[in-house]
């Protein structure tokens, strides 16, 4: 069964930043975490200064003390850190990321503030929580410090983003994972310690693009600035030649990974394998040669 985590408001009798005892927590879930207030707007204006100093960790004896006051009530304390994930921020995007990762066996710590949003997914999965991504006590509470990889998806909320990003990297999370809207918002995560920066939009327009601006152009992935794998419908001058007598590599800097026929996939083909019309050629290259090839 999913497991979840609720936020309670905190009383005048409930310290702030503290988990419940255990006897007050249920069997059906890990405990409950104190909410704590958001960090003022204002603090994003020392962001960048802050950022130089979050990739060493705090202070060894404030770690230990934390590390005594929260040890026994994380459910993912002294777990290893193998194929573990944080997903912080559940709209589409991030719920697709942790349900893809759980599908694929990962361990998948998943955060989100709305608390209906994290009760619609408690059944979906397996751990997901409701806190505050931009308190670094709540985010210590949960155990993330533990876990090998973060992933940002806060969408529009960029101060929330940047935020989260940052005390990620203080917590000593090996790997930051950041998703922007924007060119500008990529190159602010990465100054304030985002290992990677993705644009979902930018690269999903930009992969259309390439797909209209070329004829017969199935699919293209892009590895780099100007290498990628490019699916398109095999030309008729490739029809009845096999990739030898075609000399893809030679001619265009081209390289065959897969043919796509019919419902079969047949990868790295031989050198003596026909090309038939109707045929998706799978190449590795540059987006210029592969119209080359198929002018």
């Known amino acids: 069964m999913a497991a979840s985590i609720q936020i309670k408001q905190s009383t005048e009798d409930e310290e702030p930043g503290r988990l419940s005892p255990p006897e007050e927590r249920t069997t ?5 975490l104190l909410r704590i207030g958001r960090i003022p707007g204002r603090f994003i204006r020392s962001l960048l200064p802050f950022a130089a100093q979050t990739s060493s960790p705090a202070p060894a004896a404030r770690e230990e003390q934390a590390s005594q006051e929260t040890a026994s009530y994380s459910p993912f304390r002294r777990r290893g850190r193998e194929s573990e994930f944080v997903v912080i921020g559940l709209g589409r995007f991030g719920t697709a990321v942790a349900s893809t990762l759980v599908e694929n066996g990962r361990t998948v710590l998943a955060i989100d503030s709305d608390h209906e949003r994290v009760q619609a997914l408690s059944g979906e999965l397996p751990h997901v929580v409701q806190l505050d991504a931009t308190n670094i006590d709540a985010l210590r509470q ?16 960029f101060e929330n983003n940047l935020l989260a990003t940052v005390l990620l990297r203080q917590l000593g999370v090996q790997r930051v994972i950041a998703k922007a809207l924007t060119i500008t918002q990529r190159e ?14 930018h690269e999903a327009g930009r992969r259309l693009g ?6 017969h152009l199935v699919d293209y992935l892009e590895v780099s600035n100007d290498v990628g794998v490019v699916e398109l419908l095999a030309p008729p001058s490739t029809w009845e030649h096999s990739l030898s007598e075609l000399s893809l590599r030679q001619r265009y800097g081209l390289t065959v990974i897969a043919v796509r026929r019919g419902d079969d996939l047949i990868v790295s083909p031989s050198a003596s394998f026909q090309i038939k019309e109707e045929d998706i050629v799978v190449v590795l290259g540059r987006m210029e040669d592969a119209e080359r090839m198929r002018q």
């Open 28 to 32: 059906s879930s890990w405990g409950r």
């Open 142 to 157: 949960a155990g993330v410090e533990t876990f090998d990889t973060g992933l940002v998806c806060i969408g529009t909320d």
């Open 210 to 215: 390439r797909m209209m601006a070329v004829d």
């Open 188 to 201: 602010i995560l990465l100054k304030v310690g985002a290992d990677e920066v993705i644009l979902p939009e």
